[in-house]
T-cell receptor
Framework: SQQGEEDPQALSIQEGENATMNCSYK?????LQWYRQNSGRGLVHLIL?????REKHSGRLRVTLDTSKKSSSLLITASRAADTASYFC???????????FGKGTLLTVNP | NAGVTQTPKFQVLKTGQSMTLQCAQD?????MYWYRQDPGMGLRLIYYSASEGTTDKGEVPNGYNVSRLNKREFSLRLESAAPSQTSVYFCASNDRAWNTEAFFGQGTRLTVV
């Protein structure tokens, strides 16, 4: 079974609003990563948070990690129509750094 | 500055045919991965290779084989294609040194009829 589960599966917001996506996982991790995928394209890395970190920022992105709850959230502030894409969390674990993904959240930002 | 290159980009196979998906990276990465992406299922890990000479099964390895030919190349083989293997396949790589991002190829869209 997949180790990451994103919530919600789909999110539709207006331009300028904030978008929050959540991710849960089942077993301990080395790090938790977030990726973006535009329709029909490859995935692009957004941000990585290590297991000993609780919050990280990158531009309009803010990610949090709660290892006690085995969950993470991605916040995109002041969203733009160009943010429309699918967003995936990925958990990296083990000495071989196995990387497994969740099912993703489809974000639609309406102009 | 190619990054991760997958070939072919598109392929149609008949049930029972075999084929190999090729993946090469030029970033001197240790780890390489093969995923399949199906609607509503996200990316599922088929096989991965933590370093040259090693491979491990992922979540959905049945029906596939892999070869880590050298540090640059990681191929995925379908010995006898089935319609259930119709999917988009992605190759990825990352530097296993410590907590690093993965880089993805543009995908191979495979249809098995």
């Amino acid at each position: 079974s997949q180790q990451g589960e994103e919530d919600p599966q789909a999110l539709s917001i207006q331009e300028g609003e904030n978008a929050t996506m959540n991710c849960s996982y089942k077993t301990s991790i080395n790090n938790l990563q977030w990726y973006r995928q535009n329709s029909g394209r490859g995935l692009v890395h957004l941000i990585l948070i290590r297991s000993n970190e609780r919050e990280k920022h990158s531009g309009r992105l803010r990610v949090t990690l709660d290892t006690s709850k085995k969950s993470s959230s991605l916040l995109i502030t002041a969203s733009r129509a160009a943010d429309t894409a699918s967003y995936f969390c990925a958990a990296q674990r083990g000495s071989n750094y196995k990387l497994t993904f969740g099912k993703g959240t489809l974000l639609t930002v309406n102009p | 500055n190619a990054g991760v290159t997958q070939t072919p980009k598109f392929q149609v196979l008949k049930t029972g045919q075999s084929m190999t998906l090729q993946c090469a990276q030029d970033m001197n990465h240790n780890s390489m991965y093969w995923y399949r992406q199906d609607p509503g299922m996200g990316l599922r890990l088929i096989y991965y290779s933590a370093s040259e000479g090693t491979t491990d099964k992922g979540e959905v390895p049945n029906g596939y084989n892999v070869s880590r030919l050298n540090k640059r190349e990681f191929s995925l083989r379908l010995e006898s294609a089935a319609p259930s293997q119709t999917s988009v396949y992605f190759c990825a790589s990352n530097d296993r040194a410590w907590n690093t991002e993965a880089f993805f190829g543009q995908g191979t869209r495979l249809t098995v009829v």
